[in-house]
């Protein structure tokens, strides 16, 4: 007569725990020195081994997180699609347990701002 009723047992963080969260989060990983900050995240063309280059090039990387400021590239979703250590999101998408899971952080100087300004937004209730 009286079953079980479905309901959900999951909890949310509030906004300002999550806000600082990104804040520590961003701030150790660059004090490790694993953010890197480019001006724009162009590739010439949409092969594969131009990115596996330019993540050469970087020192002891096993996972690297691209974030961009605005819609992402197509050449640069295509030139990661075939990599799995390699994650392209916009910086709206970007949270705490993707900057953790990668061990690097390249940004575009519009996804600093962006998130600057994300931070900077007094939180409505």
């Known amino acids: 007569m009286h079953g079980p009723k479905p309901r959900s047992h999951a909890f949310k963080l509030q906004k300002k725990v999550r806000r600082l969260g990104l804040k520590i989060a961003l ?56 990599l799995h250590y390699v994650n392209v999101i916009p910086s709206i998408g970007l949270n705490v347990y993707s900057i953790l899971q990668h061990d690097t952080l390249v940004m575009t100087r519009e996804a600093i701002n962006r998130i600057v300004e994300r931070m900077h937004t007094p939180i409505s209730r």
């Open 27 to 82: 701030s150790a990983r660059t004090a490790e020195g694993k953010l890197c900050i480019f001006e724009d995240l162009e590739v010439p063309s949409h092969k594969t081994k131009n990115i596996v280059q330019y993540i050469k090039q970087m020192d002891d990387t096993k996972k690297v997180l691209l974030v961009d400021g605005g819609d992402i590239d197509k050449k640069l979703k295509l030139a990661t699609k075939n």
